[in-house]
């Protein structure tokens, strides 16, 4: 292509995309009100929706979910996600060579990518035992992710009165017992290990008594009472560490879902796109730090305790 | 709690869905995934101790030409040197027995010459004997006693080869 083709197409470019922004400014709800704006005014709702007819018939009187099972938008997109990421290795594992090709190579690539980060934090031998948890929780979070940002998500749902009533997906991170889900699997797996290597002596890390059996001194005493809170301490932030989990990855999920609502309220065209990429960042970040704390903690956790002697 | 949104059914659909995830997720993608992996590293790591292999080799042969080379240099040296000796051994014997051939030839000769001259002087001796009767019959003209005359002429001629001898 010669370069003032190229150099007109991206004038040409320009300025349709600040013609669509101030087409959408105008039309957005910072000039013409909430009320009139082209879209209408997000509605944020922390719970998950049903979606079936009968069950938000019962959230909409009883202004909660009923006490079973309810297929929600939420978990739905999980399950969407579940099916791309089996169908993916599925696909990308059927005909495998030594020389890799297509899916494969791809596959393989990601894969490599994560047990070499698996190996740099946990070292060889624990990377094989980590890394299938690993892999799944970060791929799981990141596609969720960069599921809600796909177009079809806003689009999807059903109408009532002109207006939409209910989406059909929303990203599972938005909803709080995803992230939940995941923070409690991610407690057991560290726990699981922990106790696995280092047997019971494990709970002699929060459990600090024996220190009173040798007290000699007041000093002692002192030293061993600070011992013992300390002790108890990490009990506590081993149990909190589940909660920080759930609402930093729910916290972050939410945020951005509303984020992009909020923008493309404001200005329909253009304005939202740099916020869509700062959420396929923000989900990467997301999924990168909840698989890697998982695996910080459970190599913290195999390491005797001062004191111990585990071999 | 349940304004946020928590909803035990959903947890629990979601701990299954994780499970059942990560056990999909092990047997379909990271299982066949890593071995394969592995199996290409053992691959290259088996490539590269085989080039490695074949290079030591290579040197290893390239080594004993070498010093094969050496050896049947070494040798072929020896070989010259025992040829050169064994060369200038066979010249000197064969300088050796011309030399005594010669000499032997040499002595042959003399002695056969000095033979012949003997044998020479002798019959001029005899001739001369017979002649130098004959003329003593002559100039005397007469008859002597034979045996008398013979005794006297040997004793001339006897005479006359110490003076020959030594002259």
Redesign the interface.
């Known amino acids: 292509m010669p370069k003032s083709t190229a150099k007109s197409l991206v004038v040409v470019a320009g300025l349709g995309i600040g013609l669509l922004f101030v087409v959408g400014f105008l039309s957005g709800a910072i000039v013409r009100g909430t009320d009139n704006a082209l879209l209408d005014k997000p509605e944020i709702h922390?719970?998950?929706v049903p979606i079936l007819e009968s069950d938000a018939k019962f959230v909409e009187e009883e202004h909660?979910?009923p006490?079973?099972?309810?297929l929600?938008n939420t978990?739905l997109s999980?399950?969407i996600a579940?099916a791309i990421?089996?169908v993916l290795?599925?696909f990308?594992?059927r005909r495998?060579s030594?020389v890799?090709r297509g899916l494969q190579n791809f596959?393989?690539a990601i894969?490599?990518a994560m047990?070499d980060f698996v190996v740099s934090v946990a070292g060889d031998r624990n990377a094989?035992r980590f890394?299938?948890?690993f892999?799944?929780i970060f791929?799981?979070v990141l596609v969720n992710a960069w599921l809600g940002l796909l177009p079809i998500y806003q689009a999807l749902g059903f109408i009532k009165d002109g207006a939409m009533e209910r989406h059909l997906l929303r990203p599972?991170g938005t909803?709080?017992?995803?992230p939940?889900?995941?923070a409690?699997?991610s407690f057991v797996f560290v726990e699981f290990w922990a106790i696995r290597i280092l047997g019971l002596g494990y709970f002699g890390k929060f459990f600090r008594f024996g220190g009173l059996l040798r007290v000699r001194s007041m000093s002692g005493l002192f030293q061993t009472a600070i011992d013992i809170f300390v002790g108890l301490l990490e009990l506590l932030s081993e149990l909190v560490r589940v909660v920080s989990f759930t609402f930093r990855l729910?916290g972050n999920m939410t945020a951005g879902e509303i984020l992009l609502l909020v923008t493309a309220f404001l200005v329909p065209f253009v304005f939202s796109l740099p916020f869509y990429g700062l959420e396929l960042l923000v989900g990467f970040i997301q999924a990168l730090i909840f698989a890697g704390l998982t695996l910080v903690f459970v190599t913290i956790a195999i390491v005797p305790h001062e004191g111990e002697d585990h071999g | 709690?349940?304004?946020?949104?928590?909803?035990?059914?959903?947890?629990l659909?979601?701990?299954v869905?994780?499970?059942?995830?990560?056990a999909?997720?092990?047997v379909?993608?990271?299982k066949?995934?890593?071995r394969?992996?592995n199996?290409?590293t053992e691959?290259i790591r088996g490539s590269l101790e085989e080039a490695e292999q074949i290079r030591a080799e290579s040197e290893a042969r390239q080594e004993e030409m070498k010093r094969e080379l050496d050896q049947a240099r070494q040798e072929g040296q020896v070989l010259i040197t025992q040829a050169r000796e064994l060369a200038d051994r066979y010249r000197d014997e064969e300088r050796q027995k011309a030399k005594v051939e010669a000499e032997a030839f040499l002595t042959r000769a003399r002695s056969d010459i000095e033979r012949e001259r003997d044998n020479a002087i002798e019959e001029v001796r005899q001739q001369f004997a017979d002649l130098a009767m004959t003329a003593a019959e002559r100039v005397v003209e007469r008859s002597l006693d034979k045996d008398a005359h013979r005794e006297v002429i040997e004793k001339v001629l006897q005479e006359s080869s110490k003076i020959g001898g030594n002259g």
């Open positions: 922390l719970q998950p909660k979910l006490n079973r099972f309810v929600t978990l999980s399950w579940t990421l089996i290795f599925f990308a594992t495998m030594l890799p596959t393989e894969i490599g047990y094989r890394f299938p948890f892999a799944t791929l799981f599972a909803d709080l017992n995803m939940l889900a995941l409690l699997v729910f | 709690m349940a304004e946020l949104g928590f909803h035990w059914p959903s947890l659909v979601y701990l869905n994780f499970t059942l995830l990560l999909i997720l092990y379909v993608g990271y066949p995934i890593l394969i992996l199996q290409r691959r």
